[in-house]
C-alpha cells in the first residue's frame, strides 16, 4: 500500500484543483477512489456549487477576487478553468470539510502546509492536496484511521 503522503496523479484538464478535493473527499469518508469519469462528474458538481456558494457568500469574498465579481464567477462556472485559493476554501464550505494544501519542499522533497482551509469543520483529517506550484494539483491519500499526519 502507498505511503500516506504519496500523490495519487490527478488529470490536467483545467479541474484538477475540483478532481483533487472531490478524490480527498470520498476518501475522507472512506468511500473507495472514484473511476476518472465519476471524478470528472463530481469535479463538475463542485464546480457548480462553488460558483454558488461565491454568490451566497457574496459580502465576504467580492473584495479578495481580482476580477469583477459577476466576471469572475460566469468564468468559475466554466469546466477547463482554473481554481485556485478563493474555490478552495469556497470548497471547504460547501463540503463542510476541512482542506489542507501541501507542497513539496524542493531541497528536502519533504512535504509542507501551505494553507488550510475550513477549519470551523474540524482540524483532524482534512481533505488533502499537493499544489506542483505551476497550477497543478493532485490528490494525496490521506492517512489511515483519521489520525493527524506529521509530516
Not at 472512506?30 to 462553488?50: F, I, M
Not at 531541497?107 to 494553507?115: E, M, P, V
Not at 470551523?120 to 499544489?131: F, S, T
Request: with cysteine.
Amino acid at each position: 500500500m502507498p505511503k500516506p503522503e504519496t500523490p495519487l496523479g490527478i488529470p490536467g484538464d483545467g479541474r484538477c484543483l475540483f478532481r483533487s478535493v472531490v478524490h480527498g473527499a470520498c476518501l475522507r469518508t472512506g468511500k473507495p477512489s472514484p473511476s476518472e469519469s465519476l471524478q470528472r462528474e463530481l469535479a463538475d458538481e463542485l464546480r457548480a456549487k462553488v460558483a454558488d456558494e461565491f454568490i451566497k457568500r457574496r459580502a465576504d469574498t467580492e473584495w479578495f477576487l481580482e476580477d469583477d465579481f459577476e466576471t469572475y464567477v460566469v468564468h468559475m462556472r466554466q469546466p477547463h478553468s482554473w481554481g485556485g485559493e478563493p474555490e478552495l476554501l469556497m470548497s471547504s464550505h460547501v463540503l463542510q470539510m476541512p482542506i489542507t494544501v501541501y507542497m513539496r519542499d524542493n531541497n528536502s522533497g519533504d512535504l509542507k502546509i501551505i494553507a488550510e482551509y475550513g477549519q470551523e469543520y474540524g482540524k483532524d483529517n482534512p481533505i488533502r492536496v499537493l499544489y506542483n506550484g505551476y497550477g497543478h494539483y493532485d490528490a494525496l491519500r490521506s492517512p489511515t484511521g483519521g489520525a493527524k499526519s506529521k509530516l
